[in-house]
């Protein structure tokens, strides 16, 4: 049984930072290190958009307009780990922010479409 597991969110200042983890385990067939993965965020009343995906050995990355140069995703293999470090948050950072394990490795869409694992969530609440 697959298991997508975040952790890190929680309550902050804007200005302020947080890192983000994610841990996949039980994956059959292909293995972390041959999945792209990314982070997802939805705030209530919105749809769901991709923030950052990492192909399998980190070597390409995407992201949202509105977080390049705040945010930056990586990647431990050994780990089966998925960061992702927030800087200057802002208050329209604020949502849900979701882990993903894609079918296979990523090639640069990063929605929501082409990942077949996810997580519960982990809340980020930017204050003004």
């Known amino acids: 049984q697959v298991q997508v597991v975040e952790s890190g969110g929680g309550l902050v200042q804007a200005g302020g930072s947080l890192r983000l983890s994610c841990t996949v385990s039980?994956?059959?067939?292909?293995?972390?290190?041959?999945?792209?993965v990314g982070w997802f965020r939805q705030a209530p009343g919105k749809e769901r958009e991709g923030v950052s995906c990492i192909s399998r050995t980190g070597s390409y990355t995407d992201y949202l307009d509105s977080v390049k140069g705040r945010f930056t995703i990586s990647r431990d293999n050994l780990k089966n780990t998925l960061y992702l470090q927030m800087n200057s948050l802002k208050p329209e950072d604020t949502a849900m922010y979701y882990c993903a394990a894609g079918y296979g490795n990523y090639y640069g869409d990063c929605t929501a479409g082409n990942f077949v694992y996810w997580g519960q969530g982990t809340q980020v609440t930017v204050a003004s």
């Open positions: 039980g994956l059959t067939g292909l293995t972390f290190d041959d999945r792209g």
